[in-house]
């Protein structure tokens, strides 16, 4: 059953990303478009919502769609890079009923987070983001794509967001060409090991929500739990989060594309009323086609 969706509101962009998977086009989907989306997959049993793609408050329709699908009942995550975020937008997002806010950040060093951002001064906006949406009781997270070049500072990423008191950390390997990245030899053993800090530490997993998205991690998740270093709820938790969502999830871009994962570019359908009804007719799919 789909009951996530990631939408796209806009391929806008303040940054240039150097690990950014997302193929921009032209906007297209219109304010009532959007609100026809958030109504039928409603209907349809979603009610977990991403703000996903470009920088979604470069989005006109950020604010009204925040609100109106808080009145439908989504649970609604916006994934940002922080630079926008003022007390304005912030007193905004807890009015129109925002649940969490996401913030980028790709590096504990100033320097090398602003370089891989492509913008000066990124870093220090995304932790001035953070104080001011904890300071406004919204709740706030850290994402991070964990790439060959700050594989090193995982850990030390997940410490700073224990400084900021915050309660969540994303982990996302990063993408490209439709596969999971592949790690420089000399990184393969280091990855695993943090993952596996960070999944059997109970120092970690006590005291900050960890999620990590790589489905290559499931047969090691085996492996930790045989050899009783996981307990079943450990165990169970992680496993339900790295498989693959391609059955359950609905992804629809800011040019109307709509696919099953945002994380791959698979053969794509235009959004109608007709089609998006058909997509959720066929939520039972025959075959997956999964990110590993």
């Known amino acids: 059953m789909i009951n996530v969706m990631h939408l796209g509101l806009t391929y806008q962009c303040n940054m240039k990303c150097k690990h950014c998977y997302v193929q921009k086009s032209k906007d297209i989907l219109t304010l009532d478009d959007f609100k026809k989306i958030l109504e039928i997959s409603a209907k349809n049993g979603v009610f977990v919502l991403y703000y996903t793609f470009g920088e979604p408050l470069l989005s006109p329709y950020i604010f009204d769609l925040i609100e109106f699908s808080h009145k439908l009942g989504y649970v609604q995550t916006l994934m940002t890079n922080g630079y926008l975020i003022n007390e304005r937008i912030a007193k905004q997002l807890k009015l129109n009923g925002i649940n969490n806010v996401y913030i980028s950040i790709d590096s504990i060093f100033p320097k090398k987070h602003d370089e891989n951002r492509g913008l000066n001064g990124a870093f220090e906006k995304a932790i001035k983001a953070i104080k001011i949406l904890s300071n406004n009781n919204i709740s706030v997270g850290i994402s991070t794509t964990i790439r060959n070049e700050n594989l090193d500072e995982i850990l030390e990423i997940v410490n700073l967001a224990l400084t ?42 006590n005291n900050i929500g960890i999620h990590i998205h790589d489905p290559t991690l499931l047969s090691y998740l085996d492996y930790w739990y045989k050899n009783n270093e996981l307990d079943f709820y450990q165990y169970d938790k992680f496993y339900q989060m790295n498989k693959c969502h391609y059955n359950s999830t609905i992804s629809i871009e800011p040019n109307g594309n709509m696919k099953n994962c945002n994380l791959i570019n698979e053969k794509k359908a235009k959004y109608s009323v007709d089609n998006i009804n058909k997509i959720f007719k066929e939520k039972n799919n025959e075959h997956t086609f999964c990110c590993t």
């Open 164 to 205: 900021l008191n915050i309660k969540c950390i994303s982990l996302l390997r990063k993408r490209e060409d439709n596969n999971l990245n592949v790690f420089k030899k000399e990184n393969e053993k280091k990855y695993l090991e943090i993952m596996h800090t960070l999944i059997v530490n109970e120092e970690f997993y």
